[in-house]
Every structure is written in C-alpha cells, then in structure tokens.
C-alpha cells in the first residue's frame, strides 16, 4: 500500500514539463526506504514460508511506474488532457500572476510575449519551469545562458518546454 502511494506521488512529480524536484526526491529517498524494508521482509518471509508470491506485488508497481516514467506517460498524459486550454488562454494571453488550475497543471502566472505567451508552471527546484505556446517559434533552443534567461525546448507542435535560471 505505501509503494503504490510513493509511486503514485513519484508520477505526479513527472506531470509537468520538468520534474517536481522536491517532491520527487522527497518520494525517491521513501521508496528507497520502503525498498530495503521490502527487501529484509522479503527474506524473512522466503525462510520462514518458502513463498514468494505476496511479496512480487510491490516490486511489479515500481516498475510499473519506472516503465511509466521512462515513457513520459505523465507527461504527455498532462499536456494532452491540459492542451485545449491551454490553448483557449493562450489565444487571449491576458497577463496573470493569480496561480491557477488550467488542465492539469498548477499555473502560477501568465506572461504575454512578443511571439506567444508563457505559462509558469508549479514546479522546478530553483529556476522556473514552464510551457510556452509560440506559433512562430522559439527564439533560443537549448539551456538558459545567463540568471534571467529562458532555455527552449521543443515540445509538441508550436508548444516548448522552458526554464528561467533563477
């Protein structure tokens, strides 16, 4: 029951464009835990019992969710039930720094540029993460250069993945 739990926090950590790092680490060093706990019960159980078949349930969710992971299924899972609007705000691209629900992320605000418009997602360790809608394009792929700089990343059709170093 703890695994599916962390597990499941461990996919919603990867819902937005960037990881939720925090919360993800926070996830990892629990299932970490869980795993050598699993692990020492796992022994006990096969000297005691000769069975392993109870203890097969928690290791097949890992790698359910590690298969998930790997696959970008929450990822593109988000983006794709957020999509229609994010694009019905990104039309108007009103500026906004009143955090909000659009889909499924947690925006915490709306910047209107000169090609498109950002939206701040919730997440990221110290710079700020995001998706951008730029029909014309990104004006710099790769990694941000300088502390205030946007890094683009292609994403989906005239979508882009950005981070803001801090």
């Not at 692990?39 to 000297?47: D, E, K, R, S």
């Not at 499924?104 to 360790?125: E, K, M, N």
Request: hydrophobic residues 50%.
């Amino acid at each position: 029951m703890l695994v599916t739990v962390v597990c499941g926090v461990i996919i919603f950590t990867f819902t937005p464009p960037v990881v939720f790092f925090p919360a993800y680490a926070l996830a990892s060093a629990v299932l970490l835990f869980l795993g050598a706990l699993w692990l020492v019960l796992a022994l006990i159980g096969w000297f005691k019992y000769h069975s392993l078949r109870w203890t097969a349930f928690a290791p097949a969710i890992v790698i359910v969710t590690a298969a998930l992971v790997l696959l970008s299924v929450p990822s593109k899972g988000a983006f794709a039930v957020s999509k229609g609007a994010l694009e019905t705000v990104a039309q108007d691209c009103t500026k906004s720094t009143d955090t909000r629900r659009i889909g499924a992320y947690s925006v915490r605000s709306v910047r209107p540029t000169d090609s498109g418009c950002l939206f701040f997602i919730v997440g990221g360790l110290i710079d700020s993460i995001g998706l951008a809608y730029l029909p014309d394009g990104a004006p710099y792929l790769g990694e941000p250069r300088h502390d205030g700089d946007i890094g683009y990343e292609e994403y989906d059709g005239d979508w882009y993945r950005f981070v803001q170093r801090f």
